[in-house]
């Protein structure tokens, strides 16, 4: 692994120039290295994070990506990591045109991590530098256990057994809160307690009656419309009125704060790190240190798993409408057409990210050109008008819209931000149809894949189905309080996979130290018979949904039916 | 992407579209094959939840040492092996792993009995996904195999898409073991007996070196006891000798005297065997079988390789209602999807032996994996071919792994009825026949039936 050598970074360099130009926003400091197939394939068991902690498993992924690549020689042309500042990889086989087309490609990827509002919780990171301060606790705990180090991987083992649960939106919702409290109708912890708590229990007592309440709360809107959000909420506890009436208040608030006031875990690591009288004990409070790194690293990574068609597609949209102007294309537009055709082709069967991000964001750009992101276009229903209809909204706007959309979406919101109707239109415009496959009639052993649908609701619901989308699973709280875990997956639609429960299970007794329980819901087989029974005597099977719970003690699994 | 497969329709086509030789449980093989096959086209399925079935860095042994501490430690081993032939000699040997995590099934039923009266309109396709392009509702856009075939199938587990799965499973990687080694280990283990020879030793390319010829007046070790007996006779001829009174400070030592141990080049003489692998690879072999079959062939060509001190000779054959002779690395791999025809296996055995004389020089075995079903219109040509193979084989050991659906009934199976009917059972000194399940097949059981083909009374 090297850095640029000064010649690629120059070109570097006007890459950045121009895609500024074009609106891209990213840092001026960004740090590219070339490296080779093998430092490729090394790091990606590391997510290309060569600061990430280390564990067995990702040994063992390094030999298979090399096996790999023996058997089937694959080139990967980049990566990105979203750190800051952004770090970028690149093949040291690629040609220079090549890199240049590339550069673009990763400058819209920097433009995207940082301007995605799903990645706000990254953008003051600098995540390789806090991985490798993660590296070497985890790294300090190993030596610090000695013979017993094994442990550690254990205690990596079960906590990323629940590293998909990770409480990403609750992080979110706790940025957007803190950024926009007005959206939120959020007041202060101040302002919460006395209307909340400290008038609330005075009224209980008959102390105050309800119109005094009233009262208060339009004494605090009035100092906040006379002295401003802020200095008002000041002025409205400092003032002679409240002192006189409560002296004691700022007292009980202090009292209150110090013994209550405990944020609510947002998921289940947190939950365990808090409550877990195993993770508390003194000897193993090192567990709760390992806990919370595999919880930072999936939290890192859940905005990238939940933007791949987007992210890929502005990347594809980018390094296209960037590099055809660019003049270092001269005499290699044949070798880019051919590179550009093997990114973003849209397959006969299934489904290219790169492809359907950059198609979408283009027809949304599109339609804004026309206006036809209106009211008044949603309610025309001729397909002819639809399809000449412009109402010149312009280039501008166009543009707006489009890097709104990179702002705003992940791949659910792109994938369902149009209409039925516009859905359909999108689908016409790029021959994307359901494809059904059949037995054939006349060959025998052999399939037919054929064209079943053409309905622009009836692809959506197939992708929908498809997108990242990890259970529901949440605690309940009550039945947790003796000590043990109780897990509830809230049903929808889906069942888990319960060969892998068992196990995961057994991890969080471990981590919790206590019975461990998981309600769920599943199908189960009415006068169960085996499938081949079915076969002989042309019958099909039919299911019962019922709720079940599986229960975790002393490594034991036991499945009840509710 | 979503999938089901509505057995019902297949049932359906069972009845129309019967090829020659398709026995019930290999149009019941088919379906299993046609299920996974659509699951892995269409991206759902098994390999996705499992996208971390990995192998492995560290040795061997290191690997072994983990799980060992993992059940001291309470908890279960977690890294998987599966053992692959892919030449003479050679064994690969692949570890994996698979992380849990909870996540989403794939079965979501359609027939769910409080809804089933709601839902008249049948589905009748076999699954569901997304393309793009030019054509017409209705279009046919590609046609694919129900199974895979060639280089995919039941024995070297899943499908090698690049960039996919790709050679997460592969042969050509892993741990290279010498199956010699790992046939002495699984000796230990098992407790395997010895066999019993029927042919001639043939010298090999080996030699031995050991100090037993003798050279007068110079060599490497002197042989102290034929020195003093030359001794004695050239004193006896000189006259030094009186029987009365022997004095040996008085003998002469001439120099040819002194004889020395010098060492000898020594050719090895050895048994050798050929075996021959036979595999069922029509529809109603398809996966679990299968996979438990080339587990018993790999042990027990590893217990031949001890047994015969590396010189055997493993032969493959593979047979639907047609047999071929196939690489190592086919005989794992491959899957046909056919039907079944038991007669061509023996045939194919019965012409390669008698072609190549194999049974003049070499002590011959024949084991057979089979689920018993068999399209046959009369046993005694299967029959008169399978007695040709016991006049020549030292042993012939066929595992049956028999269905539920015959257990369940009580049912002999094809392969089962004709072989009782011709006493074949009676020939216990070079037959011996194991009948196990075919679902659910445990490593105890494959060890068992491992035994019970090797046994010697």
């Known amino acids: 692994m090297k850095l640029l050598d000064p010649a690629a970074k120059k070109d570097m360099e006007e890459c950045k120039k121009r895609a500024r130009a074009a609106g891209l926003v990213f840092p001026d400091d960004t740090l590219e290295y070339f490296v080779t197939n093998r430092d490729m394939l090394e790091l990606s068991p590391k997510v290309m994070i060569p600061t990430l902690y280390d564990h067995w498993i990702q040994d063992l992924e390094v030999v298979r990506s090399k096996w790999i690549y023996e058997a089937f020689p694959h080139n990967p042309y980049e990566t990105v990591i979203n750190t800051r500042p952004p770090i970028s990889f690149y093949n040291a086989d690629n040609a220079d045109w090549l890199n240049v087309m590339i550069f673009y490609h990763v400058l819209a990827h920097i433009d995207f991590f940082q301007n995605n509002i799903f990645f706000r919780k990254t953008w003051d990171d600098d995540f390789c530098g806090q991985a490798l301060a993660d590296k070497r606790l985890i790294n300090h705990i190993r030596k610090e256990l000695g013979a017993e180090k094994r442990w550690v991987d254990y205690v990596i083992e079960f906590s990323s057994a629940i590293g998909n649960l990770v409480g990403y939106y609750p992080e979110l919702e706790e940025a957007s809160r803190q950024d926009a409290p007005e959206v939120f109708g959020r007041v202060s912890e101040k302002t919460d307690f006395y209307f909340g708590h400290f008038l609330k229990q005075r009224y209980e007592a008959k102390v105050i009656d309800l119109k005094f309440f009233f009262d208060e709360v339009e004494r605090r809107n009035l100092f906040l419309r006379n002295h401003g959000r802020e200095r008002g909420e000041v002025a409205f506890f400092e003032d002679d009125y409240l002192k006189s009436r409560f002296p004691e208040f700022n007292d009980v608030f202090r009292k209150w704060k110090e013994k209550n006031h405990k944020p609510k875990p947002k998921d289940l690591f947190e939950h365990l790190a808090e409550n877990s009288e195993f993770l508390n004990k003194e000897k193993n409070r090192w567990m709760k240190d390992v806990l919370q790194v595999v919880r930072r690293t999936n939290l890192y990574f859940q905005a990238q798993i939940r933007t791949k068609n987007c992210n890929e597609g502005w990347a594809s949209l980018w390094h296209e409408r960037l590099f055809i102007p660019d003049e270092r294309i001269k005499t290699r537009e044949t070798d880019y057409a051919k590179v550009n055709a093997g990114v973003v082709v849209d397959p006969r069967i299934g489904l290219n990210p790169y492809a359907f991000g950059k198609h979408m964001l283009e027809f949304i750009e599109d339609m804004a050109r026309r206006g036809k992101l209106s009211r008044g276009y949603q309610l025309i229903k001729d397909a002819e008008i639809r399809k000449h209809y412009n109402c010149g909204s312009g280039e501008g706007f166009a543009k707006k819209v489009l890097f709104e959309a990179r702002k705003y979406f992940d791949d659910r919101l792109l994938l369902n931000f149009l209409s039925d109707d516009d859905f359909q239109d999108f689908t016409d415009k790029h021959k994307f149809f359901v494809v059904g496959a059949r037995l054939s009639p006349t060959k025998w052993g052999m399939a ?115 | 992407m979503c999938l089901e497969v509505d057995f019902a329709e297949l049932f359906e086509r069972r009845r129309t579209v019967v090829k020659e030789f398709m026995t019930e449980l290999d149009i019941l093989g088919e379906n299993s094959a046609a299920k996974e096959r659509l699951e892995k086209l269409f991206g759902a399925g098994r390999d996705k939840r499992l996208s971390a079935k990995i192998s492995a860095l560290e040795s061997f042994d290191d690997l072994l040492n983990r799980d060992k501490k993992r059940e001291d430690d309470g908890f279960k081993p977690k890294i998987k092996f599966r053992r692959i032939l892919v030449g003479p000699n050679k064994i690969i040997v692949v570890p994996y792993v698979e992380e849990e995590q909870f996540v989403h099934g794939e079965f979501e039923p359609t027939n769910i009995a409080q809804l089933s009266q709601l839902s008249d309109e049948k589905e009748k396709d076999i699954g569901e996904t997304i393309g793009h392009g030019d054509g017409e509702i209705g279009d046919i856009i590609r046609e694919e195999p129900l199974r895979d075939s060639g280089g995919d199938g039941d024995g070297d587990g899943d499908g090698q898409d690049p960039g996919k799965n790709a050679g997460q499973e592969s042969g050509d990687h892993g741990f290279e073991e010498e199956a010699y080694e790992a046939g002495k280990k699984r000796m230990e283990q098992l407790q395997l007996p010895n066999t019993k020879e029927k042919r001639k030793k043939i010298p090999t390319d080996e030699y031995v070196y050991d100090l037993i010829d003798r050279h007068k007046g110079s060599g490497q070790l002197l042989d102290k006891k034929e020195t003093l007996k030359r001794i004695v006779r050239t004193n006896i001829f000189l006259g030094r000798i009186n029987e009365d009174n022997l004095d040996p400070s008085k003998m002469i030592v001439g120099p040819q005297d002194k004889v020395f141990r010098v060492l000898s080049r020594e050719r090895v003489w050895k048994s050798q065997a050929v075996v021959f692998f036979l595999r069922d690879y029509s529809g109603s072999m398809y996966g679990e079988p299968t996979r438990a079959l080339i587990s018993q062939h790999l042990d027990i060509y590893g217990w031949l390789l001890v047994q015969y001190e590396r010189m055997v000779v493993p032969r493959f054959v593979v047979h639907d209602t047609e047999a071929k002779e196939v690489s190592a690395r086919q005989y794992f791999k491959l899957s046909s999807g056919g039907g079944t025809s038991i007669i061509s296996g023996y045939k194919k055995i019965n012409e390669i032996v008698e072609g190549e004389s194999l049974d003049k020089d070499y002590n011959v075995y024949v084991f057979q994996g089979t689920d018993g079903d068999d399209w046959v219109k009369g046993s005694g040509q299967t029959l008169a071919e399978l007695k040709k193979i016991l006049g020549y084989v030292n042993r012939m050991g066929v595992t049956v792994f028999k269905h539920p659906y015959h257990i369940a009934n009580g049912r002999k199976t094809t392969f089962e009825e004709y072989i009782e009917e011709g006493g074949i059972l009676q020939e216990r ?29």
């Open chain 1, 448 to 562: 037919e894949l054929y064209i079943k649908s053409k309905s622009g609701i009836e692809y959506r619901r197939l992708l929908n189905k498809h997108l990242y989308h990890p259970p529901h699973i949440v605690i309940d709280e009550k039945r947790s309080a003796d000590g043990g875990l109780y897990l509830v997956h809230e049903y929808e639609g889906r069942t888990l996979f319960t060969k892998h429960i068992p196990e995961v299970l057994i991890g969080l007794e471990f981590l919790s130290g206590g019975c461990v329980a998981l309600e769920t819901t599943e199908y189960e087989e009415v006068n169960m018979k085996p499938q081949w029974k079915h076969f002989w005597e042309g019958t099909e099977p039919e299911f019962k949904k019922e709720r079940v719970r599986y229960t975790c003690k002393d490594k034991e699994v036991e499945r009840t039916v509710l």
């Open chain 2, 429 to 457: 000194d070079v037959f011996r026949m194991h009948v196990m399940s075919s679902e659910e097949v445990t490593e105890e059981m494959n060890i068992e039936a491992i035994k019970a083909l090797v046994d010697q009374d």
